[in-house]
């Protein structure tokens, strides 16, 4: 479902080291005695604005456009989504080592090309901020969301991956128009090598693009994923708004290209599926099979790619 449709995944080489402008929760599981405990004031949460009160009722028009016609499932595929090996293969292929988009005077542009494999080596350590629009209901509902979520990604990759305010890697925002806007300049701040398509990505959507998620490595050219910012869109109903966080927490960790092939899946623009499939769940273990290294090409790849796949689903061809 990514694409500049819906999602946009971007690659880059970058650093980043932080963020600022959103509302940040308090650190989870500070130790401290229910006797000293401090009293947390809840943040204020200011009213919407027009633009943002049109745009949830669009999103939520689209919701129920798209459930009308049978997508955004949640049952993650059946009997009449079956796929074969050589389809996980491709599909893997296609998902982890092209990509759709590449960049040109200043512009993105569809141009499927391929790239190397790009995958996390450590520990990810996700912050979760929300603009100052969101209700309060919907920011714990979120952050629940994600922590659910983050504990299957990380058993199904092996890489830990918890929740934190303590040094993250990870940013995820989930903003409402006036805070999508503005995150141009405290995203120059911290990364001043970051690109205008990337800015204009994120400051930029137009409606139909829900949701990004941009990658970073510490050296150029580097296949190793160091750092990654997500922007979702606070005006989303709630299945559309889960849809963005099981895409581009997903597809950040590596499987970064859609195809029109993969079936059940959320990696296809068709909007079919909502939620991570057990297709997906497979691409994921694939990915992070010690077998498959960073930096290796669509040749390489290939045929280890075979060997995991024939493991996973039993030789079935």
Known sequence: MTGIRKTAMVLLTVGLTGLTGCVTPPPDNTP??????????????????????????????RQA???????????????????????????????????????????????????????????????????????LEQRSKDRASIRKYTKRLSR????????????????????????????????KQVAPQITTVMLNLATQMDREQFCMVATFSDTDNSPVTSKAVAVIRGEHPDLLRLSCIHEELAQSLGLANDSPAARPSIFNDDQEFALLTHHDELLLQMLYDDRLRPGMTVDEVRPIAEQIAAELMGGSS
């Open 32 to 61: 401290s005695s229910p006797s000293t405990r401090p009293a947390l004031s809840q943040p204020e949460v200011k009213p919407r604005s027009q633009a943002s009160l049109e745009m949830a009722a669009f999103y939520k028009q």
């Open 65 to 135: 456009y798209f459930l009308v016609n049978d997508l955004l499932r949640v049952d993650g595929g059946g009997p009449d989504t079956p796929f074969l090996q050589r389809n996980l293969v491709d599909n893997f292929i296609r998902i982890a080592l092209f990509r759709e988009y590449d960049t040109k005077d200043g512009k993105l542009i569809a141009r499927p090309t391929t790239t190397r494999l790009n995958k996390w080596q450590g520990p990810i350590r996700m912050q979760v901020q929300f603009g100052e629009t969101v209700p």
């Open 156 to 187: 199904l990759t092996g890489l830990p991956i918890i929740l934190t305010n303590q040094s993250p890697n990870f940013y995820v925002y989930i903003v409402d128009e006036e805070q999508r806007r503005a995150l141009g300049p405290p995203l």
